[in-house]
């Protein structure tokens, strides 16, 4: 495993199938030649259609839960790219590049924007709670691109995440008249037929069932030795 993803983050996930392709994207992601490309929904909308977070971070402990914070003096660089790609009424989606590959590095830069993403309430707080819009953090690793793999440029890029998903294609498809009308319900007296006919296939079938039984267990009985 060669890129690591948040446990609430969808989107690609790099995994290597042998060490000398391991060793490369490793290498790679050291020299910065890997290009990674995230979408977020956020609360609001920054003033500006883009523009670059470069705010140092560091990991402390609160208790025995670890986060992330800002820390100019003794954080490690930290640089974010975003582009806002549209925007809503009290949204908006952003399309994150990170330079460096810091923990929760893309939300915590969203927090110091002042636009937290959506479901991500461990530095967003209750505010991002939107049940309609998704149940997860809404951060999906859209696109990454790799300019030199074994001599070639691999661009690999995955479909829209569920929370960009329409509402109608996230609810599974109901059978085709899967509701029935009242008035084609059938009358009182022919449910009561159905119900009587139905029970009387079912005395009768035991009836058969014990004829049976009793058969075969005369014919063991006059078989045996006694």
């Not at 042998?18 to 992601?29: H, I």
């Not at 939300?107 to 309430?121: A, F, M, N, S, T």
């Given at each position: 495993?060669?890129?690591?993803?948040?446990?609430?983050?969808?989107?690609?996930?790099?995994?290597?199938?042998?060490?000398?392709?391991?060793?490369?994207?490793?290498?790679?992601?050291?020299?910065?030649?890997?290009?990674?490309?995230?979408?977020?929904?956020?609360?609001?909308?920054?003033?500006?259609e883009?523009?670059?977070?470069?705010?140092?971070?560091?990991?402390?402990?609160?208790?025995?839960?670890?986060?992330?914070?800002?820390?100019?003096?003794?954080?490690?660089?930290?640089?974010?790219?975003?582009?806002?790609?549209?925007?809503?009424?009290?949204?908006?989606?952003?399309?994150?590049?990170?330079?460096?590959?810091?923990?929760?590095?893309?939300?915590?830069?969203?927090?110091?924007?002042?636009?937290?993403?959506?479901?991500?309430?461990?530095?967003?707080?209750?505010?991002?709670?939107?049940?309609?819009i998704?149940?997860?953090?809404?951060?999906?690793?859209?696109?990454?691109?790799?300019?030199?793999f074994?001599g070639?440029?691999?661009?690999?890029?995955?479909?829209?995440p569920?929370?960009?998903?329409?509402?109608e294609?996230?609810?599974?498809?109901?059978?085709?008249?899967?509701?029935?009308?009242?008035?084609?319900?059938?009358?009182?007296?022919?449910?009561?037929?159905?119900?009587?006919?139905?029970?009387s296939?079912?005395?009768?079938?035991?009836?058969?069932?014990?004829?049976?039984?009793?058969?075969?267990?005369?014919?063991?009985?006059?078989?045996?030795?006694?």
């Amino acid at each position: 495993l060669v890129h690591r993803l948040d446990k609430d983050t969808s989107g690609i996930l790099l995994i290597a199938r042998n060490s000398n392709a391991a060793n490369l994207l490793t290498e790679a992601f050291k020299n910065k030649t890997i290009r990674k490309t995230y979408l977020a929904f956020v609360l609001g909308s920054p003033k500006k259609e883009e523009g670059v977070i470069n705010i140092p971070i560091c990991k402390k402990f609160v208790g025995k839960n670890e986060k992330v914070y800002p820390d100019r003096v003794n954080g490690k660089e930290a640089i974010t790219e975003f582009k806002l790609l549209e925007k809503f009424e009290e949204h908006s989606l952003l399309e994150l590049s990170p330079l460096t590959g810091r923990t929760h590095q893309l939300r915590v830069h969203c927090k110091e924007l002042g636009h937290p993403i959506i479901g991500d309430v461990k530095y967003g707080g209750r505010d991002v709670i939107k049940r309609d819009i998704s149940r997860r953090v809404c951060l999906h690793a859209k696109k990454i691109v790799i300019e030199d793999f074994f001599g070639k440029k691999l661009e690999i890029e995955t479909d829209l995440p569920d929370f960009l998903m329409p509402k109608e294609e996230k609810v599974p498809n109901k059978a085709p008249n899967q509701e029935v009308q009242k008035d084609k319900l059938p009358r009182r007296d022919q449910r009561e037929e159905t119900e009587d006919s139905s029970r009387s296939g079912r005395s009768d079938s035991r009836k058969d069932s014990r004829k049976v039984f009793y058969k075969k267990g005369k014919n063991f009985r006059s078989k045996r030795k006694w």
